[in-house]
């Protein structure tokens, strides 16, 4: 016969996990022969938070109030305790439990290598949060990082992308990066990868830009003059048909000249790179982007009031981490090979010109070296 090494040492008070919420239940006691109470491994799955917190967040990101939140599970039988259901339980532990995914999803390294990459601002009350949203080579979308800021300077963009490069993103690699018109994000753009940045300019926001200096009269005109140059395949045509607009309205319209002049050219980037189809006009616009804050208004417009910045981006990466569950591949991605070639090729090019130039100015200085001194008189 097996001699016995536990036996049981009545019942205790204690608390399960189910249906999200903690139920009072009389657990079991087991005590050792030797000496101390042993651990059940049934209660212990029971009694894991992992389910309750699962149930919180999924209630949370359904748009479930605190208030409301015990109306949507099951009732229990009449005399059952429970707990974890009240509105200040439930509002604690998601806090909780969104700033943990948040810093765990912000401090991770980039691994993923993305040649296009649009930054956009959501606006939350009076609070604008930077999103950096990649698309990889097969044209799925990574939401790389976020950045909250009172305004939209460029200090707050370049934290952004400092922060970026910081957990792995290589400054280095020629990159399309997907911008509004906004001075700011472009000055920012310029001071961390230099001048020869390659950016892609929101045409639709050009297009406001300019239909914004003029009377409504003309914005028919105008508009469909602005969508027949973008819609050409040739740059160079393009551009033509551009400063012809310009040349017309300089004269009665001064501040809707300027604005088309105002970077004109990094509207016409793609078709620059021989991009053009359905990835071109998914690119030259930042709608995929604008879907996304689209899709963070819908899971956080439960929110009433932001208290801080830290309570904006808890909400904020929460939405989109369930929004990036349905991300699909973007519109026309097979032409990501050809825009990956050409961005290789455009950073070879400049590579060349400034390898030329240094030489150039290397042996000007070794010229100037063996040229003797003049000494006067």
């Not at 949203?133 to 992308?161: I, M, P, W, Y």
């Not at 400034?354 to 200085?365: D, F, I, M, T």
């Amino acid at each position: 016969m097996v001699e016995r090494t536990a036996y049981r040492g009545g019942h205790t008070r204690s608390w399960v996990t189910l249906g999200g919420r903690r139920i009072a239940i009389e657990r079991p006691r087991a005590r050792a022969v030797q000496a101390g109470e042993l651990a059940l491994p049934s209660f212990a799955w029971a009694a894991h938070e992992d389910p309750l917190n699962a149930a919180t967040l999924a209630a949370m990101t359904a748009r479930v109030s605190t208030r409301r939140y015990q109306r949507t599970i099951d009732p229990l039988p009449a005399g059952a305790a429970q707990a974890a259901v009240s509105r200040s339980a439930v509002a604690r532990r998601f806090v909780a439990l969104s700033a943990e995914r948040l810093r765990q999803w912000l401090s991770g390294r980039i691994e993923v290598a993305a040649p296009v990459v649009m930054i956009d601002g959501v606006h939350f009350e009076e609070r604008v949060v930077r999103v950096d949203l990649g698309f990889d080579a097969q044209g799925k979308k990574h939401v790389q990082g976020l950045r909250e800021g009172s305004t939209e300077k460029a200090a707050v963009v370049r934290a952004l992308l400092s922060e970026l490069i910081d957990r792995g993103l290589d400054p280095d690699a020629p990159r399309l990066w997907v911008i509004d018109g906004a001075k700011a994000l472009r000055h920012a753009l310029a001071e961390t990868f230099g001048e020869t940045a390659l950016v892609q300019r929101r045409q639709e926001h050009q297009r406001r830009n300019v239909l914004d200096h003029l009377p409504e009269a003309l914005h028919s005109s105008a508009g469909r003059a602005l969508r027949d140059a973008w819609d050409t395949p040739d740059a160079i045509l393009a551009q033509r048909q551009f400063k012809r607009l310009a040349n017309s309205l300089r004269k009665n319209h001064p501040g809707a000249a300027a604005s088309l002049r105002e970077g004109l050219a990094e509207t016409l980037t793609l078709i620059h790179l021989g991009i053009e189809e359905a990835f071109y006009r998914r690119l030259r616009t930042t709608n995929p982007i604008e879907n996304l804050n689209g899709l963070i208004a819908h899971y956080t417009r439960n929110v009433k009031r932001s208290r801080d910045g830290q309570m904006v981006l808890r909400w904020i990466g929460t939405a989109l981490h369930e929004a990036r569950r349905g991300f699909r591949a973007v519109r026309g991605y097979r032409d990501l090979k050809l825009l990956t070639s050409a961005l290789a090729q455009r950073a070879r090019s400049a590579f060349d010109v400034q390898s030329k130039v240094a030489l150039h100015a290397r042996a000007y200085s070794d010229e100037a070296d063996k040229v003797p001194a003049h000494v006067p008189g």
